[in-house]
Structure formats: structure tokens, C-alpha cells
């Protein structure tokens, strides 16, 4: 019986641990590696198709964006999750897998010029379907035989919609043990989601660290501090831009958006404008919107039971196109726009960063954690000039973090979480999903409380029937990184997008012109393409 840590050792993201019970191997997670973390994402830790089955704490592309590539190398068993995280994996496993096929049609567009072998993306939207046809889900609380020796259980672990805790309890030649990985942890007082349940006992167990050595700002309000950045930016005629991760963070920013709007909070403009510029966003808002039973709080119960819808409100748009995120900023009235992506390394949010960082009137609102190397962390940092699109843009605009606003158990709830693992009490707790220092820090804390824990390292291995490390792992140089590389798609994918929004807009005003000088713009367009073909 033994588990084996291949990722978020003394990281932050791309978790995924493996436990070996009987012959059989169980992956926990199996997440895309993001920012410094990054090694490279093509290689997995271990034979594909060896892997049994595999098990998902919830939908973030940290914990679930490997899953296609596993299934692509050659896994061909069953994904256990919650029934909700499912309807989430399969809109993000698929948006992930489009931002792979574009990445790679753009290197391999660049690489031919240069006569390089053309590269395959890291999955196909192809591959993401097959793996989601692979998913089997289950409720919370519900037994899951696994196979003879091991059985599982989904517990609440309030972090995300269908975010779990897991469950496992492992026979092996008459030695019983109980594993809990704990997955993402969620914050207290959340809306929508419930704060995290608690697990009755365990042998061992493998806990996230991410804010394990420092605790959440408290906030009197969220809406009233929010509504108040909104109506004094608003006041002065500029735009909130909310860089919000597309799934989760999104959702919940609507819900106070909502509750600002029905008690008239933004003084300025009562009923202002919101646009949500992301089609990932606008397809997990759906998912929200539909059979949360079983999932939602008490108050979200009540608003649901009193006919209210949770994330919609006069005044809401949600753009799909490219050319209508292109629009928002022709447009001079003031308006809060969210997009992704949250850490501002891709996506949209670039977009509207370029249009309105220079701005004094505008502010920046962060609400997720900034990993390093990020842009969102740059800016945070203090900044004073950015370069986006292959531009030095200004930083004038208001920078706000609103550190109260996160998804993640700051220390003290992680502590009150571990304390309520009991009869048994653990006999190991393994430090993981943290900065390298936070896990050391979090490992340090729980041992003074008596706690035995240590923060293992990559490719650590251990015994769990004799309660010993076989193996002590290995220790991984940081990456050097850097916000204008970071994402999958380049900045300069990012800046051939715009180029082509540009001529899109220029192409709609044109519209009526003299015949010999459409024919004209034809002509050139033409030619720029047949260069770039050929």
C-alpha cells in the first residue's frame, strides 16, 4: 500500500498523487502544472496505461487538465467525481483543449517558416470528449466500491460547485487504513457554496496549504466594500475590470452583483451595466443555474425556494463573439466588466487591461490568488508600465485586491479543519498544494500542535501499511518565469487576435464605401493571407 506524490509537492498546482492498493493504481487529481510550477506538461510521472482509475476533487484546470493527455497516452478505466464537478469537467477539459489546438496551430505556423517539425497539441478537443465519456459521477455521501479492498466517498469540500474531499478507506493483506485527500479547500461564508464538511477520522492524510501561513483580511461586507469601488470609479466616469476566474469566482461576483443591484448599493449609477466577457464563464453560469440540489447553502435554498434566479439581473450582458468583446471598448459608458482569465496571463482580460490601465478614472479589481511570475502579480507588486500586445502600457488606473474575497480556507479554517480529524487521530499528515515555503511553514504549524506531518517533495514515496517513507523524492529547481510568456496561448497569438478584430471593425465601417475601394481592401487582405499560406 503505497502513495506517491507527482504533483503540488511543495507547488501549487498540478496535483495529482497516486495510491497503490493490491496491484492497482488510483490517481487523486491529475492537473495541468501552471506559472513556476511548470516543468513540462507533455511528460507525465508514469505509464498512462497503467493507471486503474482515476479520482477528481473538483473541475480547476490544476487539479483536472491532464486528464485528456492521460487518456490520450493510453488510460482507458473510469473518472469518479461528484455529479456536478462532471458537468463542469466538460466544459472545461473541452475549452482546455481548444486553447491546446490553437497553441499549437500557432507555433506550428511560426515553426514552418523556420523549417522545425511541426508539434501536436497537448490533447484535442477529441481527446477531451473521449475522457469525458470515461466520467462517472456520484452524490455526496454516497459508498463507491472501487474494486475488492478499497472504497471511496465524496464529502463537501467547499471550494467550487461539486468540489470534494475524498474519502478512502484500503484493505491490503489484512491491513486496513483510511486515506482523506482533503482537495481544495474552500473558504467560510462563501455564497452559493456551502462552508467545507468535516471528515470523521483518518490514518492519513494529504492536505492543501495554499494560504497556510496567513489568514483572510476580515470583510464587514463584500458588497457594500465592492459597490462602493464600482460608484466611486463610476463617479469619476471610468470602468471596473474584474480579471475573475471563469469558472467559480465568476459566478459568485454575479450573486453580489445581483444583491447590489436589487438594494441600489452604487449610489452613481443604480443601474449600471455588467458584462461578463467570457464564453467558458457563460457556460458554467448555466451549469449553476440548474440542478443544484444537494450542493447549494441554506440562503441559496431560500432564494431559489422564493423564485429567484442567482446570477441574473437588469443590466447583465454576456458576450460570445470576439467582435463583441472588441466593441466593450469602443464603448465609453461606464460599466464593470469581468473576463478572465483570473491571473491575467491569457484570454480576454488582456484585452481590456490594454484599453484601460493608462486610464486614471478606471480601477483594477483582483479578487484570486496572483501566482508568481503572473501579470496580476505584477501589477499587485506595484508596476508602473506593462507591456501588452507588443505595447508599454501605463499603469494609472486604480489597483484594488480584495483579499477578502477568496475561495481558498485561510489558516485558521485549515487548522480547525485538521483538528476536527479524529478517533482516530492522523498518524501522517502530507503537506501539499502550497508555495514550497507555505507547505514548510503549514507542516511546521501542525507538528507544533502535535500533528505529525512533513511537506514531501516530488516523486516522494511512502509505505502507508508500515508507516514509512520508502522513497524521499527530489527537490525542483523553480522555474524562472515570467508574465509575458505565461499561458498556453502566446502574447503574440493574443496580438494576431486583436490585429484581426481590428480589421474586422474596420471591414463592418466600411460598409457602403465606393465599389473600387472595397474591391481594393479586398485584393490586399487577400494577399497579406496567401503570404502567410504559402
Not at 510521472?45 to 491532464?66: E, K, L, M, P, Q
Not at 464537478?85 to 475549452?95: H, I, K, P, R, Y
Not at 440540489?293 to 460570445?320: H, Q, S, W
Amino acid at each position: 500500500m503505497k502513495l506517491t506524490f507527482f504533483g503540488a509537492a511543495k507547488a501549487v498546482t498540478g496535483s495529482c498523487h497516486c495510491l497503490e492498493v493490491s496491484g492497482k493504481k488510483i490517481l487523486i487529481d491529475c492537473g495541468l502544472q501552471q506559472g513556476r510550477d511548470e516543468r513540462d506538461n507533455a511528460v507525465l510521472d508514469f505509464n498512462a496505461s497503467d493507471i486503474d482509475y482515476v479520482i477528481v476533487t473538483h473541475a480547476h484546470i490544476d487539479h483536472s487538465g491532464r486528464i485528456p493527455l492521460l487518456v490520450k497516452q493510453g488510460f482507458h478505466g473510469q473518472i469518479f467525481t461528484t455529479r456536478l464537478t462532471g458537468e463542469l469537467l466538460s466544459v472545461m477539459l473541452q475549452d482546455s483543449a481548444h486553447i491546446q489546438e490553437m497553441d499549437a496551430q500557432w507555433k506550428n505556423q511560426k515553426g514552418k517558416r523556420a523549417g522545425r517539425e511541426p508539434v501536436e497539441p497537448l490533447y484535442t478537443v477529441a481527446e477531451a470528449t473521449q475522457a469525458m465519456a470515461q466520467v462517472v459521477t456520484f452524490e455526496y455521501g454516497q459508498i463507491i466500491d472501487l474494486f475488492p479492498g478499497v472504497k471511496i466517498r465524496f464529502v463537501d469540500a467547499g471550494h467550487l460547485l461539486g468540489s470534494a474531499s475524498v474519502e478512502v478507506w484500503a484493505t491490503e493483506n489484512g491491513v486496513e487504513k483510511k486515506i482523506v485527500f482533503s482537495g481544495d479547500l474552500g473558504n467560510i461564508n462563501q455564497p452559493v457554496i456551502r462552508d467545507p464538511s468535516f471528515v470523521q477520522g483518518a490514518d492519513y492524510v494529504v492536505m492543501e496549504s495554499t494560504y497556510g501561513d496567513r489568514n483572510h483580511e476580515p470583510v464587514a461586507s463584500y458588497t457594500a466594500e465592492l459597490a462602493k469601488i464600482i460608484d466611486d470609479t463610476f463617479s469619476k466616469g471610468g470602468n471596473v475590470i474584474i480579471p475573475s476566474f471563469a469558472v467559480g469566482r465568476t459566478q459568485e461576483l454575479l450573486y453580489f452583483m445581483r444583491e447590489m443591484k436589487r438594494d441600489g448599493m452604487v449610489k452613481s449609477n443604480p443601474d449600471f451595466t455588467v458584462v461578463v466577457d467570457s464564453p467558458l464563464a457563460n457556460v458554467a453560469t448555466k451549469i449553476f443555474s440548474g440542478d443544484l440540489r444537494g450542493y447549494l447553502d441554506e440562503e441559496a435554498i431560500e432564494l431559489v425556494r422564493d423564485g429567484e434566479k442567482l446570477f441574473t439581473f437588469p443590466g447583465l450582458t454576456m458576450t460570445e463573439s470576439g467582435e463583441e468583446s472588441k466593441m466593450l471598448n469602443m464603448d465609453k459608458r461606464s460599466k464593470v466588466i469581468i473576463s478572465a482569465s483570473g491571473m491575467c496571463d491569457a484570454g480576454r482580460i488582456r484585452h481590456h487591461l490594454k484599453h484601460n490601465l493608462w486610464r486614471e478614472e478606471c480601477a483594477i479589481v483582483f479578487v484570486g490568488y496572483q501566482g508568481e511570475g503572473t501579470l496580476g502579480r505584477h501589477l499587485l507588486n506595484g508596476a508602473k508600465q506593462v507591456r501588452l500586445f507588443g505595447e508599454d502600457i501605463a499603469v494609472n488606473a486604480t489597483i484594488h485586491n480584495f483579499k477578502g474575497l477568496s475561495s481558498h480556507a485561510d489558516r485558521d479554517h485549515l487548522l480547525d479543519w485538521i483538528d476536527h480529524v479524529k478517533d482516530p487521530a492522523p498518524q501522517q499528515v502530507f503537506v501539499v498544494h502550497g508555495d514550497a515555503q507555505v507547505t514548510e511553514i503549514f507542516a511546521n504549524t501542525l507538528r507544533e500542535k502535535g500533528i505529525p506531518a512533513h511537506a514531501p517533495l516530488y516523486e516522494e514515496v511512502y509505505d502507508l501499511a508500515a508507516g514509512k517513507m520508502l522513497a524521499a523524492g527530489v527537490e525542483l529547481a523553480p522555474k524562472k518565469f515570467s508574465y509575458e510568456s505565461s499561458g498556453h496561448v502566446s502574447a503574440a497569438y493574443h496580438d494576431l487576435e486583436s490585429a484581426a478584430m481590428d480589421i474586422m471593425t474596420l471591414i463592418r465601417a466600411s460598409k457602403g464605401s465606393p465599389n473600387k475601394d472595397l474591391k481594393k481592401m479586398a485584393n490586399q487582405l487577400r494577399a497579406v493571407v496567401e503570404r502567410w499560406q504559402s
